[in-house]
């Protein structure tokens, strides 16, 4: 019979004693709290972690994201699946909502932009604010929850995860995509964050992470906004393509040497 990772007296008394260094953190809230799950659990997910050419992977690949995706939970391993699974839980939303505040947190049983999330070297993701409604459902976008299971990570191969000011002016926060370390934060129309930096690991190295997210019926927190996709924005010095509305750009529907042209012609 299957038992929990952590248990759930542990898990609210942690989320108590972090509760108020979740709500205060800037530029928005959020925790980041390593060696989370029992490091058993966290090694025998990244055991079954599939390469880039093992499984069929959705692919991401435009001007501000190359990445890998993957949230068919059928075709997920049993640790990856259990491990999900129980960060869906009642007992693991009861910490969450004892971490954050939010109450009647819902988890996603489609995971929905979730589940397993691959960058290869050279990709990134650009600066952005979610999508915030769930389609299907209808429900509000509230929590992003980040597990990596990247091991021996150094510094140098990069992948941070970055949170910027309300403003676009600078980053307030560089998360290093380490082993067994979760993110945690909550989503509104402020919280830009992204993995901008082309990733520098080595060769046949990639940054894995599992991502969940969690919402709520209507919200009370005055961040109410018109339903939109993934919304992308320019770093200081940044200029990318122009953007259609939505997280779409120009570019990424144009071939490259067609929109050269358009580029010199413009005068660009």
């Not at 390469?51 to 992977?57: D, F, L, T």
């Not at 990134?124 to 509230?142: A, M, S, T, W």
């Not at 259609?244 to 490259?256: A, I, M, S, Y």
Request: proline share 7%; net charge positive; glycine share 10%.
């Amino acid at each position: 019979m299957a038992t929990y990772s952590i248990a759930p007296q542990v898990l609210l008394e942690r989320a108590a004693g972090l509760r108020a260094k979740y709500q205060t953190a800037k530029p928005f809230p959020h925790i980041v709290i390593d060696d989370f799950f029992p490091v058993d659990i966290v090694e025998a997910a990244c055991a079954e972690f599939p390469k880039p050419g093992e499984i069929a992977w959705q692919r991401f690949q435009n001007s501000r994201e190359v990445k890998l995706a993957f949230n068919d939970e059928a075709l997920l391993g049993p640790a990856i699946r259990d491990l999900i699974w129980q960060m869906n839980s009642q007992v693991f939303l009861r910490f969450l909502e004892r971490l954050t505040g939010i109450e009647n947190l819902i988890p996603d049983p489609q995971l929905s932009g979730g589940g397993m999330h691959q960058i290869v070297r050279g990709g990134k993701l650009g600066v952005h604010i979610d999508f915030n409604k769930h389609g299907p459902y209808q429900l509000d976008r509230r929590l992003n929850l980040l597990l990596y299971l990247n091991k021996d990570w150094r510094e140098e191969y990069g992948g941070h995860l970055e949170f910027w000011d309300e403003g676009m002016t600078r980053c307030e926060q560089r998360i290093l995509p380490v082993f067994n370390r979760v993110a945690l934060f909550s989503t509104t129309e402020k919280s830009w964050h992204g993995h901008p930096n082309a990733l520098a690991c080595p060769e046949g190295w990639s940054r894995k992470s599992i991502a969940l997210y969690y919402y709520t019926n209507g919200r009370d927190d005055g961040a109410k906004a018109p339903e939109h996709t993934t919304v992308f924005r320019d770093r200081p010095g940044e200029r990318g393509p122009k953007d259609l509305g939505g997280g779409l750009h120009l570019r990424d529907f144009v071939p490259p040497i067609l929109w050269r042209g358009l580029k010199r012609l413009a005068g660009r």
